[in-house]
């Protein structure tokens, strides 16, 4: 089995609801196994807590530290409705097919299920990193042709 069966077969298995695959041929065994959701949760900065001197007449009150909650849901930040779109490889990240073609998405691009949105090459294959909604990109987290490690934000979208 040659690289590029193996590339197209990886893709084929991400689409699906296979969790592990594997083939065997006189060239040796392939197994390709699906990861898992992860479940990420996200809580806001420490709050830092001041004692302030009460007025004469009012008793002393003591104050503290509020315990941040999970976020409603994985890959949303709590303070906004934005939906971060993480890296699912190490690579090198590129905003563009090729050196002087334009960018995939801008910031304030409108963006919908299975659009291309980066380029992460891993090993000399060229991934092409697709939404998994829609929205308008808010933010690029990620400088072009810079490494990107596994899970690591690349994109804020504002979901529509």
Not at 48 to 62: C, E, F, L
């Amino acid at each position: 089995m040659d690289l590029k069966q193996i590339h197209e077969l990886i893709k084929i298995i991400n689409k699906s609801n296979i969790g592990e695959i594997s083939i065997e041929d006189k060239d040796g065994k392939v197994t390709i196994k699906q990861k898992e959701e992860q479940v990420i949760t996200m809580s806001a900065p420490p709050q830092q807590v001041y004692n302030v001197a009460p007025p004469a007449a009012a008793a002393p009150v003591a104050a503290a530290p509020t315990a941040a909650a999970p976020a409603p849901t994985p890959k949303q930040t709590e303070d906004s409705k934005l939906v971060t779109i993480k890296s699912p490889m190490i690579g090198t990240f590129y905003r563009k097919s090729a050196p002087g073609k334009p960018n995939f998405v801008e910031v304030g691009s409108e963006i919908e299920v299975g659009s291309v949105v980066c380029i992460i090459e891993a090993m000399k294959l060229f991934n092409e990193i697709e939404s998994e909604i829609k929205g308008t990109i808010v933010k690029v987290l990620v400088e072009d042709s810079t490494p990107v490690e596994y899970d690591q934000p690349l994109f804020l979208v504002q979901p529509s």
